[in-house]
């Protein structure tokens, strides 16, 4: 008890004293800072502890306690025989043991406290502390018991017999080998472990105590952990590190960086619908869209030579562009009958829908566009919708009839017409351009030069059109209504980085979402328009606003309208997506599936199938140039099997005798497919009805390998061209499909 207070108070002392200089001199709390404190503590606590030992050796040694009464006794001979310096006999060999213990110890303690984090307060607080100190004192005893050995060896010996360490070691080495050197480890491992923790918890309970009373301060109450912040801490961003809670400057640089990257990847996910909105404006007014009556229609249907997120193959497009800042209220007469039309604003918000979903119900009609803040009359006779924004993108769907475009387009020719409501007294000639066909770009950007195409909206459109929170977010990376967007090299460094991070997100929630909107249990058919809310708001504004969601669908798809959301039988269109396989493995252009439409489509217009590029997101590039097929326009070629099932096939090139059922696809490219139904009925709504999954198709070489064993089973049965177990030419296994019974094909 003697002995061991002051040693204790020395270690302690020494280590924290040694940690305060480390501290001033810039080293931050760490493992090693710790353990190098702890080092140095050996000189002090040796310097203090050494006499004791030698009294505590001496009276423990059997051969030397005879000579001594007590342990003063011991002492005084020591001291009168011996001389002062005997009491450090083996000084050397406890400073090196001292600072080796004290060292992994004092290590040990900030390293388990890393990763134990914060203790809590009270009890629980200081029994995290008692495990720490326990398992920190039998790691650093498995270290130091051997010197610990070797010391008490010296110190047992009369002045007659003086030894040092490295004799000391070797003798204890030949006496008994490895094993000598760690006798009674296992109650010496106890001892100090036990004796660490219990140091360790006094020391810091003590040590808290000490400070609030040497401060003369009152006792304002303990500071939780949780509220501090540590020295050091390991991060995606490396090691930041503090001091007393302030960021050094290497910290402060880091931080910084993360700040600026993580709002320009938060812009990207925010603007995408923006940034779409504009690459469409930007692609229509490249291509002649200069004017209000100007009107773009797909006479002869979209191909996959124009780039447009998710365009259709079925439908004739009539599409142009409202600039309401210079025209001001702007009207657009919608002939009956024809199909739907949508107006967005230049963040694909919904502004009206007209036609069928609209309020005019295919009976057409005049549609009134007022321009943010309109304060003035409006005449009577019109739908009247204002929008947020002074672009606004319109376009409308024509049917096929009979699976031609040609009335649909003179519909759109002879009676769409759009002009300024200034001019309503005398509407300027309509212009229609025919673009089918037409090589346009309508696609934003996924490197920097998105962010350039964000500032330009912001710049033209009113400060209010979006919320404060998401132009508080476009500031801080330098996009503001009435400046220049001029990033300087670092900013438009991590800018990019931002892109290119934002462009990774948004093509993980479009084709592997985490909360995966299935449409059916089980299975790959996926929707776009997730949440059923045109607002993007979750469970009725509760969740807020479904960010991935939004991102999902415009970065794959444009057209945003209520109608998209609403039950509405045989009236619209609903869509489902698909991207993976039966396998949930995604679609590669060099392979072979099939997909098979059960009986009875519930379309009452027709159904489509169309492949896109999962680059572009636009139609896939083929020499097929329209790759798709839908039961209107190839009704005369698409087969359907004897059960009233379509089974449409996709491949590099057309499987002899499915011709008609055929999509293209392309080796080394990757696609997805989308299924429209237009006039969906109830059976798709109440999901009676469910689409097959996407099928890869085994080679046949890999059937007739994979088939062995059934043909070993079912050989009586197998047409004879198909009886020997050697593999058969390619054309032998197509003919001989024709006579294999639904079940062994299947089995097969």
Known sequence: MVGNVPTRTAMFAGKDFSSRILESNGYQRSCAREGVAGFCSGLPEALVTTPFQVVKVRMQSKELVQFYRNDFDCLVKVL??????ALFTGLSTTVIRNSVWNGIYFGAIAKLSDWSGPGPDGLAGEIQNLVTGLCAGIVA???DAPLDVVKSRIQESRPTARRTLPATLIELSREGG????????????????????????????VHRRLEKAMSGAPDLGAVPDSITTKDEYETCLGQLSFRDGLPDDDTVQKVYDNLDRSRGV???LDMVPLASLEAMRRGLVENGMDAANKVMIFETLMDCSSLFLTGNTDTVYATGLLNLQ???PTVIEMPPSVGPCTVDDAFFRFVTDMGGPGPDRGAGGKYLILPPGYKGSTPEGYYIATSPTYTNWFVGRGFLREGKPDHAAAEWRDKLKVYPLSASGNPPKMEYLNISGRVMNTIHANDFSFFEEV?????????????PELRGNLAAIGIMKGKPFQPDERMKALLTEAAVIGNATSRAISFAPRDKPEIYENSEWQSLFQGGDYHWLSHGGAGGRNKDARTRFFYVATVNSAAMILKMVGVGSQYAMASRDSEHKYLDGAKTYTLTLPPN?????????????????????????????NSVAHAAEIKQSPDGSTTVWFAPSAPPGHEGNWIQTVPGKMWFLLLRLYGPLEPWFDKTWRPGEIVEVVEPEDFVEASVLVWTLVAPELPSCLRSLEAPPVHSVEVCEEELSGDVYATG
């Open 266 to 268: 938060s812009a990207f």
């Open 80 to 85: 009168s025989e011996e001389g002062t310096m």
């Open 178 to 205: 490895i094993p000598a050197l760690y006798k009674g480890f296992v109650p010496k491992a106890w001892r100090m472990g036990i004796g660490g923790a219990v140091g360790f918890v006094t020391f810091e309970f």
């Open 141 to 143: 005893t498995l270290f």
């Open 601 to 629: 489509v519930p379309a009452k217009d027709f159904w489509s199938l169309v492949v896109y590029d999962t680059q572009t997101r636009s139609m896939l590039k083929t020499k097929q140039l329209f790759p798709s097929r």
């Open 326 to 328: 210079r025209d001001g």
């Open 455 to 467: 500032n330009a909206v912001i710049q033209y459109e009113p400060i209010d059109f979006l919320e």
